[in-house]
């Protein structure tokens, strides 16, 4: 009896758990936007949130280009955001063929913002060290020296990335 109770409630959750991994609709975040499938609709669409705080946001519904018109056996599977476009997988569930739809997504805020909260400068002796400066699309650590008694600095060295430490020697 209780191998017949411990089989049915594994088959039930596993049951479940499939149920629930059909109907997740997939999601892509890039730069500030969040893009999610919904295939709820007919024809399906891209939905687009902000990611700050989650509301919707029409940068693709104001151009129409949040309807993907997929036919009726066909759903969206997945996202990826390259190069300011979407590419969405899709699924013919009659014929079983995988294709792709592209939307444009350059409307969308797609930009990356950079955390500085851990950056300032610090005059060590005669360094004065930047830890965190934003080069390019890029961060990275500077040291510069003192010119003689002047508050006047020139640069000695840097590196990629967040550092807060003072390591001339390997420079």
Do not use: W
């Amino acid at each position: 009896m209780k191998k017949i109770i411990l089989t049915m409630s594994c088959a039930i959750s596993l049951l479940i758990a499939n149920i629930q991994s059909i109907m997740a609709e997939t999601i892509a975040v890039e730069g500030n936007s969040i893009f999610i499938l919904d295939n709820s609709v007919p024809d399906s669409q891209l939905v687009v949130r902000n990611l700050s705080d989650g509301t919707l946001n029409s940068c693709l519904a104001d151009s129409g280009l949040n309807l993907l018109g997929l036919n009726i056996d066909t759903t969206a599977t997945d996202v990826i955001i390259k190069k300011a476009t979407a590419v969405v997988t899709t699924l013919n569930t009659v014929s079983q063929i995988i294709d792709v739809k592209l939307v444009d997504v350059k409307n969308c805020p797609i930009s990356y913002t950079t955390d500085l909260s851990e950056c300032y400068a610090a005059v060590q002796g005669d360094k004065l060290i930047i830890p965190c400066l934003k080069y390019g699309d890029g961060i990275i650590s500077v040291v510069l020296g003192r010119r003689g008694n002047s508050m006047n600095y020139e640069y000695e060295s840097s590196r990629p990335g967040k550092d807060h430490r003072q390591d001339s020697e390997d420079d």
